[in-house]
């Protein structure tokens, strides 16, 4: 991490949790952690708990995202949610463009690039994903790919929306797998997604622009992860469900 940006530690509960349960979690959280002064704690419930947990959302420190969005405002679109109602149940972030959402729903870096603008316009931050396949990585694309993904998610948007935008890069070969990268590894690419910055802004947007490591990201391999100069943060799955290692990861020791 690099102190001129603040670290931001997100939890994405994909399809876990009732509202009892996001509500009894993020009582405890809070209880344990005490108020957060210098770093983000965001939380991704399911949409059906998004209110509860927003409502108890109370310690300095944490905000509420959505895991996902449509990127209208309203219209015929059943089952969808649009920015404008996330917004209106207190969300802050949105995540978009997750890899189960492009390998299992059919995402595109062209529906992704219309979220973001969408969560953008809506006064949210869309923390949007990229990242590689394992073939992709041994066939020596990563760069490639990621490079591609951030263009085309980023395409059209101001560099003072970019600087408010937060990139996550999630391999996804270590996605749910216990394998991530190495510190080494993440940093790598997370230099490039700066320097790619650089290249579609200013260099304002390269040194603001918060990049955030995802993949099996656990008690063990957080504090070497948040050492790397161009890792801001984390968002993770699995580790965030248990209260014990969501603890260890917010008080990680740079
Ligand atoms: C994720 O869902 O974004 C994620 C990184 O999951 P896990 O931490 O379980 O690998």
């Known amino acids: 991490m690099n102190p001129s940006r603040k670290p931001l530690i997100a939890a994405n509960w994909k399809m876990y949790k009732t509202v009892a349960e996001a509500v009894s979690f993020?009582?405890?959280?809070?209880?344990?952690?005490?108020?957060?002064?210098?770093?983000?704690?965001?939380?991704?419930?399911?949409?059906?708990?998004?209110?509860?947990?927003g409502d108890n959302l109370t310690q300095q420190g944490f905000s509420l995202a959505a895991q996902n969005c449509h990127w209208e405002e309203k219209g015929a679109f059943?089952?969808?949610?649009?920015?404008?109602?996330?917004?209106?149940l207190g969300c802050n972030y949105v995540i978009v463009g997750h890899s189960e959402r492009r390998?299992?729903?059919?995402?595109?870096?062209?529906?992704?690039r219309r979220k973001a603008a969408a969560v953008l316009a809506a006064g949210m931050v869309p923390v949007v994903c990229v990242g590689e396949v394992l073939e992709q990585?041994?066939?020596?694309?990563?760069?490639?790919v990621v490079g591609?993904?951030?263009?085309?998610?980023l395409s059209g948007l101001s560099a003072r929306q970019a600087e408010l935008l937060v990139i996550a890069y999630e391999p996804v070969w270590a996605i749910g797998t216990g394998r991530t990268a190495t510190a080494a590894q993440a940093q790598e690419v997370h230099?490039?997604?700066?320097?790619?910055?650089?290249?579609?802004?200013?260099k304002e947007v390269e040194k603001k622009g918060r990049i955030l490591y995802g993949g099996s990201v656990k008690p063990d391999n957080i504090d070497l992860?948040?050492?790397?100069?161009?890792i801001?943060?984390?968002?993770?799955?699995?580790?965030?469900?248990e209260v014990g290692s969501f603890k260890r990861l917010v008080q990680f020791k740079s």
């Not at 230099?191 to 200013?202: D, E, H, P, Q, S």
């Open 26 to 53: 993020i009582k405890s959280i809070q209880e344990e952690t005490g108020p957060c002064a210098d770093l983000e704690v965001v939380i991704a419930p399911p949409f059906t708990a998004l209110k509860a947990v």
């Open 103 to 112: 390998q299992l729903f059919g995402e595109t870096d062209e529906t992704v």
């Open 232 to 241: 801001d943060g984390v968002l993770v799955g699995g580790a965030s469900l």
């Open 78 to 88: 059943t089952g969808e949610v649009s920015p404008i109602m996330l917004s209106d």
């Open 225 to 230: 992860l948040m050492a790397e100069p161009d």
């Open 148 to 153: 591609r993904q951030v263009e085309g998610a």
């Open 191 to 202: 230099a490039l997604i700066r320097k790619t910055l650089a290249a579609l802004f200013n």
């Open 137 to 144: 990585r041994e066939q020596g694309k990563t760069f490639e």
